[in-house]
């Protein structure tokens, strides 16, 4: 069975503390690079949405007449239910 020492401790606190500058320093290297590719990367999200967003069904349902607008709505989502949990009751103060 080991014991609690002094030089024990001391090690142990001169790792943790060797671990966190070591940890700092790569994160200092690592982490602009981590932030470059995660921004690319929402940036190509963006512009593919853009596309998307510009071959949207919605375009295509114009008829040729003006008359009449045609709406697919079988992509359409359900509008949300809301619970009513109870009724609202109005008070007043009274002094």
């Known amino acids: 069975m080991q014991e609690a020492s002094f ?16 940890f700092k ?3 200092r290297i690592f982490l602009p690079v981590l932030v ?7 940036g190509e999200n963006f512009q593919r949405q853009q596309q998307y967003g510009q071959h949207n069904p919605w375009q295509n349902t114009r008829s040729n007449n003006n008359d009449e607008i045609i709406i697919n709505t079988e992509n359409a989502k359900k509008p949300r239910e809301t619970k009513k949990v109870g009724d609202y009751v109005d008070y007043e103060e009274i002094d």
């Open 7 to 22: 030089t024990n401790l001391f090690k142990t606190i001169m790792w943790i503390i060797a671990f966190y500058y070591i």
């Open 36 to 42: 470059k590719k995660a921004v690319e990367k929402a």
């Open 25 to 27: 320093f790569l994160a």
